[in-house]
């Protein structure tokens, strides 16, 4: 029978947040019809900026800029407008935009800056500009997607037609374009003496593959091996790994550094497993864990044990336990009664002779 222990610690994936795209306004007339971008990620593309069709170009040295942002509140017609699309099998982690914006003494005192994927628009920031000098806008927010993002600066309020709402000096947008390789699953496994890791990919793309980062403290994982990767697979696929030089009771971290051919490396989350090679425990297994307070267990006997759910504080948490087919497995539900965090599932036989406690995390 295998035991299973593992819990999720973090996400960090190891990437150099830099910039995804660039709009340099320097020589730019102010009135031309839309402005390239300069620079850009090359696992992505980038749009001109475009002006909304209720606002009309006019010149201004060094920027691209319009004038009738005269609506007393935000019109949907009068914006500055551009995109960014990861390209296939790829996704934008986008972590904060910074622009510097002016407005002329009759221009528009108001903006808002919003993003939308797939129609749907999320506001990033909203304020107002100071009179004939640039503002500088630089909110950090946390966005990631496989699709294509447009981003939106709208104004509104001028007391005249003729006054101006202009982008100047530059436009980045900061985000990572991560590796092209998806991480569906994560886990560790004690078996036999050995503690084996599987995980599981969803596409793949130039991976060399994976090499096996372990440590009995979170800060001090090395590599202690490597499983080849798929190269180019735009499937499920499987992998496992067996450590075998572990020690009975310690607990152990594990990560996966993922390479692509070209040399670059991302890290995967971090999971622990406690190397629990006890014979006298129920040798049951949860899954999944974390979960949303529906799970299964899985061990022998188990219509002679007693299963119990308890939170953090040690109070106990009402669960319905259904068997399956297999009387080695039960579906245990909360009724969704639970709030995310940590509780302790007990596995209790009813001779009194074998006993187990899991950690289980709900979202």
Request: net charge negative; hydrophobic share 35%; glycine share 8%.
């Amino acid at each position: 029978m295998i035991r299973s222990l593992w819990f999720l610690l973090c996400w960090l994936p190891l990437v150099n947040f830099a910039q995804v795209a660039t709009y340099n306004f320097s020589g730019a007339t102010g009135s031309q019809t839309s402005q390239p971008v300069t620079s850009k990620d090359p696992n992505s593309t980038a749009s001109d900026i475009t002006r909304g069709s209720g606002v009309t170009a006019t010149s201004g040295s060094g920027s691209i800029n319009a004038t009738g942002w005269t609506s007393s509140a935000q019109d949907a017609n009068d914006y500055y407008e551009f995109t960014l699309t990861p390209a296939t099998g790829y996704q934008l982690n986008i972590t904060g935009i910074s622009f510097s914006a002016r407005r002329s003494a009759a221009g528009p005192p108001n903006y808002l800056l919003t993003y939308a994927i797939a129609g749907n628009e999320t506001t990033i920031t909203t304020g107002t500009l100071s009179t004939t000098t640039s503002t500088s806008i630089s909110p950090a927010f946390v966005l990631s997607t496989p699709q294509t993002v447009r981003f939106r600066i709208y104004a509104w309020g001028a007391s005249n037609s003729v006054g101006t709402f202009r982008l100047d000096n530059t436009l980045t947008v900061s985000a990572s374009v991560p590796l092209p390789v998806r991480l569906v699953s994560f886990e560790g496994q004690v078996l036999d003496h050995s503690i084996r890791l599987k995980w599981a990919t969803s596409w793949e793309d130039r991976n060399e593959g994976f090499d096996i980062l372990r440590g009995k403290t979170p800060d001090g994982i090395e590599k202690v091996g490597f499983v080849e990767g798929h190269s180019t697979m735009q499937d499920v696929s499987e992998y496992s790994f067996t450590d075998r030089e572990v020690e009975s009771g310690q607990v152990y971290y594990y990560r996966l550094r993922q390479r692509d051919t070209g040399g670059a490396t991302d890290l995967s989350k971090m999971i622990a497993v406690r190397a629990d090679f006890m014979t006298d425990g129920l040798a049951a297994s949860l899954y999944p864990n974390p979960n949303q307070g529906n799970f299964t267990v899985s061990a022998s006997g188990l219509e002679q044990t007693t299963i119990t759910l308890s939170n953090s504080l040690g109070a106990e948490i009402p669960v319905t336990i259904h068997k399956k087919e297999n009387s080695e497995s039960v579906f245990v539900n909360t009724a969704g009664t639970v709030a995310p965090g940590m509780y302790i599932l007990r596995l209790q036989a009813n001779d009194g002779l074998k006993k187990q406690t899991i950690q289980m995390i709900v979202n």
